[in-house]
């Protein structure tokens, strides 16, 4: 979800160039404090943040200049399923000690971050061909994927049947 880059693509590099500006003027401001007084886990709540301006300013640009009906609740459901995965991670990742944890815990992140947008009702249908394609050309594991992946699908189209 880089809004920003898109605004790039469609030649606004200088709007592109103030938006950056801003996040990572964001990014210092808070680093800092946040830094001092809470050390790692207040770098990334500063990074975190300026990601977001990065997104929001990108996104609010964009749906500007492209006269776009972006629609506000899907973004609404992606930020509140980050927040909810990353409170959650930023506990865990202080037991995470080794190489072979640190790993699991950005697995189960992003397990978390997939789940969590399900009751949300985030995913179409468009989202599940893109999965499909993605789990034929598995080059490992490709039946177990697959099986899986229906699994998956029989319990979200039983939970959301007007999602099918």
């Known amino acids: 979800m880089s ?3 898109s605004l790039y693509a469609i030649g606004k590099p200088k709007i ?3 938006i950056t500006s801003l996040a990572v003027l964001v990014f210092f401001v808070l680093s800092l404090p946040l830094t001092y ?3 790692a886990f207040g770098m990334s709540v500063a990074y975190a943040v300026s990601m ?3 997104a929001v300013s990108g996104w609010f640009y964009l749906k500007k200049i492209l006269r776009l009906n972006l629609e506000m609740p899907a ?3 992606m930020i ?3 927040s909810l995965a990353f409170l959650v991670l930023s506990n865990i990742s202080m037991l995470a000690t ?4 640190i790993i699991a815990t950005a697995l189960i992140g992003g397990l978390m971050h997939a789940l969590i947008l399900i009751p949300l009702k985030f995913y179409s249908k468009e989202d599940f061909e893109v999965l499909e394609m993605v789990v034929k050309k598995v080059p490992i594991f490709r039946r177990e994927f697959g099986r899986l992946f229906e699994v998956f699908l029989e319990f ?3 939970l959301f049947p007007e999602k099918g």
């Open 52 to 54: 977001m301006v990065l």
């Open 75 to 77: 973004v609404i459901k």
């Open 156 to 158: 979200y189209f039983k």
């Open 37 to 39: 007084y809470f050390s």
């Open 98 to 101: 080794s190489l072979p944890l």
């Open 3 to 5: 809004f920003s880059r």
């Open 80 to 82: 509140i399923s980050s």
């Open 16 to 18: 592109r160039q103030n």
